[in-house]
C-alpha cells in the first residue's frame, strides 16, 4: 500500500503531537516531518515535498495563507489542508483562492480529518464539511466572491490579497510601529511604509492602522505575542 505522506504544522506542541498521534493510527497515511513556524515549514515541505501539508492559519514568522501562495508559486505537488481557530467566510475565501485545498476549523473530529486528508489526496477540495471537485470550488468562489472579497480590493477590482512585503508592513503595524520604524526595521524608505500602509488600508477597506491592527488580530493573521519571541525587537 502506497502511503499518503504528510508534515503537520502547528506551533502548539500539545496540538501539533496531538494530531500526529491521531493520524499514525491510519494504515495509509505517513506523517513524515512536522513544524513549530513558518519559516520551519517551508524548509520541510520543500525538502520532504509530502502529499499532504497539514498547516495552521496562525503561525509565526509566515501564516499558513502565506506558505500556501509559496507552495504555489514553487511549483510543489503538496496539497494544503489549513486548519485554524479562527473561521470566518473571507478567511476561507482568501485560503481557497491563494490555493488551499481546504480549510477547516481545528474543532474537526479526528475521523472526519482523516477522511479530508484522503479525499484532498485524491483532488477534491473541502470547506468546511462540503466536499467539491475542482469545478464546484470554483463555483463556490464565484458565488461569494463579489460580495464576500470587499475586505481585500475595491468595489469592480479583480481581488488583490496583501502581497508578502504588505504582510511583513501589517504585522509592525500590528505591534504598534512608527512608519520610521517599519523603514528601519525591513530596511526600506520611509515613503514606501507610506504606499504599503495606504495599499493595506485600501485593500482592507479600514480607515486607520487601529482598525487595521485589529483586523489582522480578530482573524489570525498576526499575534501581539510574536513581537516577544524576538530579542532584536
Known amino acids: 500500500m502506497e502511503k499518503i505522506t504528510i508534515v503537520v504544522v ?3 506542541p500539545l496540538f501539533r503531537q496531538g494530531v500526529i498521534d491521531s493520524l499514525s493510527l491510519e494504515p495509509d497515511l505517513e506523517v513524515v516531518g512536522e513544524a513549530d513556524s513558518g519559516e520551519k515549514a517551508l524548509e520541510v515541505i520543500r525538502f520532504l515535498k509530502p502529499d499532504i501539508a497539514l498547516l495552521d492559519v496562525n503561525l509565526p514568522e509566515l501564516n499558513g495563507q502565506q506558505i500556501t501562495r509559496q ?6 505537488s503538496t496539497r494544503v489542508i489549513l486548519l485554524t481557530a479562527y473561521d470566518d467566510l473571507e478567511q476561507v475565501i482568501h485560503s481557497m483562492r491563494v490555493g488551499a ?19 484532498v489526496a485524491e483532488g477534491y477540495y473541502f470547506v468546511g464539511e462540503e466536499k467539491l471537485d475542482a469545478k464546484g470550488v470554483t463555483d463556490w468562489l464565484d458565488d461569494r466572491t463579489e460580495s464576500s472579497l470587499k ?6 477590482e479583480p481581488f488583490s490579497p496583501l502581497s508578502v ?3 511583513e508592513v501589517l ?3 500590528t505591534q504598534g510601529l512608527s512608519n520610521k520604524e517599519i523603514a528601519t526595521r525591513l530596511g526600506i524608505s520611509h515613503q514606501t511604509v507610506k504606499n504599503h500602509v495606504t495599499a493595506i488600508l485600501r485593500k482592507l477597506r479600514v480607515e486607520d ?3 487595521a491592527a485589529v483586523y489582522a488580530l480578530r482573524r489570525g493573521w498576526m499575534r501581539l505575542h510574536d513581537q516577544e519571541s524576538n530579542p532584536e525587537d
Not at 507552495?71 to 510543489?76: C, E, P, V
Not at 485545498?101 to 479525499?119: G, N, T, W
Open 10 to 12: 502547528d506551533d502548539h
Open 71 to 76: 507552495i504555489i508559486t514553487d511549483k510543489l
Open 101 to 119: 485545498h481546504a480549510f477547516s476549523a481545528k474543532d474537526i473530529m479526528p475521523e472526519q480529518l482523516v477522511e479530508m486528508i484522503r479525499a
Open 151 to 156: 475586505a481585500y480590493s475595491d468595489p469592480g
Open 165 to 167: 512585503r504588505e504582510m
Open 171 to 173: 504585522g509592525c503595524v
Open 209 to 211: 492602522r487601529t482598525q
